[in-house]
């Protein structure tokens, strides 16, 4: 088990009059290589959760053990942990600052006082991995990029520390379609190759339909949910009173099915989709 969160409870303004209660008694386990999604609508503490994984909140109370790490010690390093678990916030390219996209990928490993060798290795191996040109992009200023690009030099400058777990919040936010696709196909080409856990967050229900193997529905600071992305879309009108939906494909092979078409309805991707309807055909 490489994260394992127990009794987890965080209040915002503790004793003042804007006290919110933002995690409700939070009780969660992730292993090594999955990826999960984490779903919910603004402020149901989706956020909140995963800025504990790696110790940028402390909790109000309740225990984050992070591969066999208890956060809440105080003779745990953090600078360990977040090394483990690196973090994407949204608009990560806001966070860029160096002159050059090569200082900036390098600014963690550096950090870390590791030889020159190896940091040169980490910045060519993250940028190949986020699909960036080395000899092309490495001395130029990250602010002349598109927003995919700066987005990407985000990404690797956390993929240079090679952590354990990758968590990504709403990395597509902000983004056109190319560049929303681009991101979430490099996003799959590294859970894929290096086998690391990836926890998403993400309003868009298609991405996590696609990508993941786990979805957490949270409402009111609480998980409500936990699943397979096809058990959790099962649950469509519990979802929509709480402010999320399924999938459109979802949606539409529901809507045929109430035509009169004998369709599976359990399809959560366009693939699927076409690939039952063909079949349909095919029966008639």
Not at 120 to 145: A, H, I, Q, T
Request: hydrophobic fraction near 40%.
């Amino acid at each position: 088990m490489l994260i394992e969160i127990r009794n987890l409870n965080y209040i915002y303004n503790i004793g003042s009059p804007f006290e919110v209660k933002a995690l409700d008694n939070v009780n969660l386990s992730i292993d090594k290589g999955e990826f999960v999604a984490i779903i919910g609508h603004t402020g149901s503490g989706k956020s909140t959760l995963v800025q504990h994984l790696n110790g940028l909140i402390k909790p109000t109370s309740g225990e984050i053990i992070v591969d066999g790490h208890n956060l809440t010690d105080k003779e745990t390093k953090l600078n360990i942990i977040r090394q483990k678990v690196g973090l994407v916030f949204q608009y990560p390219e806001h966070q860029l600052f160096e002159e050059t996209v090569y200082k900036d990928i390098a600014f963690g490993p550096a950090n870390l006082k590791l030889s020159e060798e190896e940091i040169d290795f980490r910045v060519k191996d993250s940028m190949k991995k986020v699909g960036l040109d080395f000899e092309e992009l490495k001395d130029k200023s990250p602010f002349e990029l598109s927003g995919g690009q700066k987005r990407r030099v985000a990404i690797a400058g956390v993929l240079a520390m090679e952590p354990s777990v990758l968590v990504l919040d709403e990395p597509t936010a902000g983004l056109d379609p190319y560049g929303r696709d681009e991101i979430l196909e490099e996003i799959k080409n590294i859970f894929t190759a290096e086998g690391i856990a990836i926890v998403l967050v993400s309003h868009s229900m298609e991405d996590v339909a696609k990508l993941v193997d786990r979805i957490l529905v949270m409402n009111h600071g609480k998980i409500i949910m936990d699943g397979a992305p096809r058990e959790v879309f099962k649950n469509q009108d519990e979802l929509e009173s709480i402010g999320l939906s399924v999938p459109q494909i979802t949606k539409f092979m529901k809507a045929l099915k109430e035509r009169g078409f004998d369709l599976n309805t359990d399809c959560i991707t366009v693939e699927e989709a076409r690939d039952e309807i063909k079949r349909y055909l095919e029966r008639n």
